[in-house]
Structure formats: C-alpha cells, structure tokens
C-alpha cells in the first residue's frame, strides 16, 4: 500500500515542522513555497525562543506551550540557539507593581524564574539600565530563524518529504463534491506549471491562510498584524531583555550575533506581500529600547524591517488576541474536505503545532501513528541544500 | 527613514531555465533610507510577481539576500539605498558570482554548506573574540564573555566566495569562506580536515587578493583566517619533521577551538 | 562551486582581470599578474638580445644607437615599474602569509603603490635625462 500524499503549502516555521513530523510517521509529503525556506513571517521574528514569562499573567495557556517547547528545542535543535537564559526587568513602579502577579503567572505555568536585586541583575548585565530595581532570570534564548527551519526541513527531507521551493500554488484543485483533491503549480524558477494531486493539503502559510483558504471558499478568521524591529550594530547585552509588565510595544531587547534586535509593535496592514516600515515606529523601538539598555543611543541601526503575525480571531486591538495556534478542518467549519489550516502560535511552538496538524492528518486519513519528534534531534541545518 | 524621495531605476538581471538572460528596467520611488532589498521585494509584489530572490530575515542574520549591487557584493537587506546610487541614478541587481545560479537573483549555494559541516564550523560557538585578530574586532564596548554560547560571526552568505578571483577560475577551491570556517572549528584535531585544508584547494591556492576580508559583513575577516590557518598547517609539519608526536593522525573530533 | 569546468581554462583565467566595482586590494591582485607577465616577457627579451650581443663589438654599438628612443627608455621606466612593483608586493604577500601585518595589509598594498610609483618616477627623470 503506498503511502498516502500530503500536501503543505508553505516552508515556514510551521511548513518544515510539520513536514518533519508527516515524515517520520510514513507520509508521503511535498512542501510547496513561493520562496526559499523562511521566505514570509517565519525568517523575520527577532528570535526570541520564549521562555513563557511574558505570557505567564495573561495568556497561560501559550505560557505554558513556550516553555514546553523551549527545552524540546533546546535538546533538538542546539545548532540554531544562543541558550543564555533571559531578564525580565522592572524599571519603574508600574514594572514593580507586575512583580507579584508575573510570580503567580510563572509558578502556575512551571516556568523557572529566580528573582534578582538590582545589584545582582547589573552584575549578570553591566548594560541594562542603571535604574533597575529588581529582576528575574527565565530560560530565554535566541534563535537563528532560517537556520531552525532548515534543521527540521533537512531531517524531513533525509526521510523522504520533497521540498519545492520557489513554486507557487495557483489554483487548488477541487472535485465535484467540493473537496481538494490537489494543487496547480507555478514553478517560479522555471517558469513552468504543473498539477500535484494530495489525499490532504495543509494550509501553513501563516499570515497568508486566509488567502489560501479562499481559493477554496473556506474562511480562517485570521489577523494579519505586523510589526517593526530594528536590529543595532553592538551587543551590549548577553541575553534577552524583558520588560517586566504586560506586553507591550518595544518591551524586548534580544541579542543575536553581534547585534541586538529591539522588537516590537503592531499595526493594521492591507497588503500581505509587501508591509511598509512605520517612521514613528522606529523611534518608538529606539525610546522603548534605551529604556531597558540606555547605549543604544550610541549604536546604529543595521537593518530596520517588519514582520506579520499571524493572530487568530476577530478581536481589535492586536496584543487582546491569544496568541496561540490553532488547526482548522475545513470539512467541519466549511464542508470542504481534503484541507485543513493550521496558523496562529509563535516559533517556539513550531513542533507543538506540528504535532497537532500531524495529529489531525492522521485522524482525517484513517493512519495510526504516533509522533515522535519530542526525542528526535535534528539533522544539521546545512544538510537541507546539497542535493536540491 | 525620512521623508525625502529618490526616483532610481533598478535593473534586475532575468533569467530563467536555459533561456537568455537580460535585464528589466524598474523606475522606483524610495526613501534613500530604505535598503536595497526593499526595492527588489516591491518590484515583486507590485510589479513581476515571477521575480525569484532569497531573503529570509532582513537583518543580517540568515545570509539568504546576498547580491551584486553595482558590480560589488553586497548583503542587501542592510545596504542603504543612499549607499549605492543617488537620486536618479541606477541600481543594478544581479546575483552573486561563483555559484550555480537557480533563477534570477538566486543562487545555489549547496556545495558551501556541504564543505563547511566537512571542515566542522561551528554554527554555535563559546562567545569570546579571541576567534578574530584583536584589531579587526568590531568597534564600540561589546561584552566579552568566554562562558556564554552565541550564534558564530559567519553567516554563510557567500559574498566572500563571490568577491575571490581564484573561485571564479578554480572549481574545487574550498573558497574563503569554508577555510574561514575550517580556521574556526579548528584543524588540529581531525585528519580529515587538516588533509582538505593543507591541499593544493585548501590554503595554497589563495594568492591573498583579500577580497574576502573586503565584501564581509559579518566581522569573519577570512583573509586572515585563511593567512592563520597557513601558519598553523607549516607549524604542524615542522613539528612532524622533528618527529613529534602525531595528534592529526589519531583522527580525535576535539577541535582546537 | 559553479558550473564553471565546462569553461575553458583561458576564459576562467581571464575573470581573473575583471576589477569591475571590487576594491583597490583587487587592482593589486591585477598588477601582480600583469607585472609578472611584463616581467617574465622581459627576460626573454633581455636574453636573446644578450645572445645576439654575444657576436661581437659590432652588433653591441648597433644595439646602444636604437635603444636611445623614447619609446625604449618608456619601456625601460616600465620595467623599472613592474620589478619594483612586483617585489614589493611579493615581500608583502610573503609577511602576510606568515601572519605579519594581516590587519594592515591594505595600507601595505597601499604603501607599495606609491612607494613603486614615486621610484618610477625618479628612474624615468634619470633615465631620460640621458
């Protein structure tokens, strides 16, 4: 019997992993991406391998997945992570105020923290800001964005799944009854098209669902929300900096390599393909980030760039949304069967979701099998080119 | 970012599959601010949705955006406009040198990923700047901490292997960039690696042009690297001459670094 | 690397003289072939005309009355030019493969440049001078 054929739009975070876990449990997969690996959302995060913390009073249920999915990364995929730990840091009162419920949050969540004077926090960071009055220390890190994603496409690629970059879904091809049955294709390289045929397609486009889904006439209630980063030229601190409060615009300072990324904000954006940067909001990023490591005022923008979340639901304002991930049937929400949507949840979480939309892909083709990719470690990042 | 505009024409090297290639002509309003690659996304999304480029982070991390710009090698997404072309000038885009081109703007640079695992770099590396010369270290007080993890300097961009004249006549020459990488993980620990490095495609066919050192964005410097790693490879044969021991031989994965 | 062994060795050497938009250490790298071209063609020259010295009185006063043109003695400052060129740059290239002066190497390539233009120009007042 041969295996049955999946689909996956998309070779972003959430692409690759779920390709890797679809793998590894027999499937016969194809990955689909109109750019390289990590073309859209995925390769501009700033990187933050969450700890949870910043979730920990408001969102528990993504507090709890971050962290979770912190130590699986850290075992899996120690090639792409910078594993320094993370501070989260009270400035002023109102940060000092955050301090009890951020305890609670954390406990609740089994997210480790130890808390820190403001001695101690200056000893550990000599460049955070000077007027610190306490701190904790969190399991943070920082990721090299494409260089994960290629370590779970090249493990997925060593056990079968074939990767199509610069290809791009035109058409979904659906039968008489509504249901997918396939993709067209537009391989972009070449200029050429072509047809694949899929026993499931599995919309991971982030950002871009509902779009996709459209082509269907299937609806994801997707919120497209991006935001402004600003990388500077100096690392003046070892680990990522959290400002102690509810999340907010510009509360993170992250290093990575020789640079440190202050992220972020959120805005409302018409066209997915191109996001302009917003003037104000890069001095914001500068005001917000000097508050937590005052140098940056001597170092100098490296790269200024945006970067679209993908937040389900239909809420207002962009930080009120969950953060969380979620996997859409599309036979159930829309009668359309042969596609499901999965979107939503943050890098850290990039395995957990894949389990689920495996999980799912399983269930909707009759296949019992289980996931495996808590213990399995990945191949090295490099092994995903050679062959191409 | 300001509010000043600059009208330039970017002319982007075409070519797909066997066919010719050329070069299309976009008039582009920019902020003079914004980078050179936020030019070549716009033509896509507003004007040639069949334009192929890499690009991942936009922030000098992933190494995906290298380009020729003007002639010279350059990471796109941290290039200024300003830096290239002034207002009504042109900004010519093509692909890097030395690799195997997939379509357009982008390259395949498979073969460099495979020979920097071979050579053993490491992606994620002790943070201490005793890996560079102390005088090329970037400027400005960066915290040096020899117990902490960070991702390496190298971000496999291969501007350095675009910008080498011996790349571009000799085919199997490792480049500066996996010898950079060698130098990095260190050669004195595996057989292997010592053998590829001191090879006539290893050190010995740089003809020091430093090129390389010249195109890098990252702080590498694989010039000297590449000068460091000659030294290291006739310190070792002097001290097999004078019948020392043979550490390179017992084939041991510690790397000196 | 490239698909470049499909390429004859003559066209691949010939991207060696590309200095299209590369930096000044490019323009060294290009002088330092072209300077052992000129040279090595030099040699050549000087030997068989040395040969053809060797038949005798006659032939060495012939040889001294054509060489004195503006057109030789420019030859000549040129050779001048691409000895010194040429060994400066080879005593630089030499220091930077055992580790000396790496981080300078630009401002020695520079230093090189101006020392061997400077010298050719005391050489070519002496020598047409003359």
């Not at chain 1, 507090?63 to 075992?75: F, P, Q, T, Y």
């Not at chain 1, 202050?262 to 917000?288: A, C, F, H």
């Not at chain 2, 992606?123 to 007080?141: C, F, H, K, M, S």
């Amino acid at each position: 019997m041969s295996k049955p054929k999946v689909i996956v739009i998309g070779a972003g975070f959430t692409g690759v992993a779920t390709a890797h876990d679809l793998a590894l449990r027999g499937f016969d997969v194809t990955v689909v991406e109109r750019g390289d690996i990590c073309n859209g959302t995925s390769g501009r995060t700033h990187g933050l391998l969450h700890s949870g913390g910043r979730y920990a009073v408001t969102d528990q249920e993504s507090a709890i997945e971050c962290v979770d999915e912190n130590m699986i990364l850290r075992k899996i995929v120690p090639q792409a992570i910078e594993p320094n730990g993370g501070l989260f840091v009270a400035i002023d009162e109102s940060d000092l105020a955050y301090a009890e419920e951020f305890i609670e949050g954390c406990n609740a969540c089994h997210i480790p923290i130890v808390e820190l004077n403001s001695k101690q926090a200056l000893a550990m960071e000599p460049n955070i800001n000077p007027k610190v009055i306490m701190a904790f220390t969190v399991p943070d890190g920082t990721f090299d964005p494409i260089r994960l994603a290629l370590a779970f496409a090249a493990t997925a690629k060593k056990n079968g799944a074939r990767f199509r970059t610069y290809t791009e879904m035109e058409q979904l091809v659906i039968d008489g009854q509504g249901n997918v049955k396939g993709i067209k294709i537009w391989d972009r390289a070449r200029d050429t098209h072509a047809e694949l045929d899929a026993d499931l397609v599995v919309n991971a486009t982030g950002a871009w669902v509902g779009e996709i889904a459209a082509h269907a006439g299937a609806h994801v209630p997707i919120n497209p929300t991006p935001g402004v980063m600003v990388a500077y030229d100096q690392r003046l601190v070892q680990r990522p900096i959290n400002r102690l409060n509810k999340p907010g615009d510009g509360d993170i300072v992250l290093p990575q390599r020789r640079m440190m990324v202050v992220g972020t904000t959120s805005y409302e954006v018409r066209n997915l393909d191109y996001v302009p940067v917003i003037d104000s909001q890069v001095k914001l990023m500068l005001e917000r980030g000097e508050e937590l490591v005052p140098g940056i005022s001597k170092t100098k923008p490296r790269g200024v760039f945006t970067a679209t979340r993908p937040l389900i639901g239909s809420g207002s304002s962009g930080r009120s949304i969950a953060r969380t991930f979620k996997c859409f049937d599309h036979k159930e929400t829309d009668g359309i069967g042969g596609l499901i949507t999965i979107t939503g949840g943050k890098a850290t979480t990039l395995r957990a979701m894949a389990e689920k939309t495996a999980d799912m892909v399983c269930a909707k083709l009759g296949i019992q099998a289980v996931c495996i990719t808590k213990d399995t470690v990945l191949a090295s990042y490099r092994d995903f080119y050679p062959n191409n | 970012m300001s509010a000043i505009r600059w009208t330039v024409t970017f002319q982007v090297f075409r070519k797909k599959g066997e066919q010719a290639s050329h070069f299309d002509e976009f008039k582009l309003e920019v902020d003079p601010d914004e980078y050179v690659l936020d030019g070549v996304e716009r033509i896509w999304a507003f004007h040639d949705h069949s334009l192929v480029y890499r690009h991942a982070c936009h922030h000098s991390t992933c190494g995906a955006c290298g380009m020729r710009v003007n002639g010279a090698e350059k990471l796109t997404c941290i290039t200024p406009i300003r830096d290239v072309t002034q207002d009504g000038g042109v900004v010519r885009v093509e692909p890097l040198r030395n690799f195997t081109l997939v379509s357009d703007l982008a390259v395949d640079m498979g073969v460099m990923y495979k020979h920097m695992d071979l050579v053993g770099q490491h992606p994620v590396n002790l943070d201490t700047n005793e890996a560079i010369q102390p005088e090329a270290r970037p400027a400005g007080p960066t915290v040096d901490r020899p117990d902490y993890l960070r991702l390496s300097d190298c971000i496999e961009c291969g501007l350095c292997v675009s910008a080498c004249p011996i790349t571009a006549s000799s085919p199997d020459y490792l480049g500066p960039a996996v010898l950079a990488g060698a130098q990095q993980g260190g050669i004195l620990g595996d057989a292997q690696v010592f053998h590829l490095v001191d090879s006539e495609d290893g050190v010995w066919r740089c003809h020091s042009a430093f090129e390389c050192t010249a195109v890098c964005p990252s702080f590498v410097d694989p010039g000297w690297r590449i000068m460091d790693l000659r030294r290291q490879v006739i310190a070792e044969s002097f001290r097999q001459l004078f019948g020392g021991s043979n550490p390179k031989e017992t084939g041991s994965k510690e790397a000196s670094k | 690397m490239s698909d470049i062994t499909r390429e004859a060795p003559i066209t691949r050497a010939a991207k060696w003289f590309d200095p299209r938009s590369r930096t000044i250490n490019m323009v060294g790298f290009i002088l330092n072939r072209i300077t052992a071209l000129g040279l090595t063609l030099y040699l050549c020259m000087h030997l068989i005309v040395l040969s053809q010295l060797a038949q005798g009185p006659g032939a060495f006063d012939t040889f001294l009355a054509n060489i004195h043109n503006p057109i030789f003695t420019f030859l000549e400052v040129l050779v001048v030019t691409a000895g010194f060129y040429h060994g400066l740059n080879g005593i630089r290239i030499v220091l930077i493969s055992f580790g000396v002066g790496v981080r300078y190497q630009q401002a020695l390539l520079i230093s090189v440049l101006v020392i061997t233009v400077v010298v050719s120009a005391v050489f070519a007042v002496h020598m047409f001078s003359f």
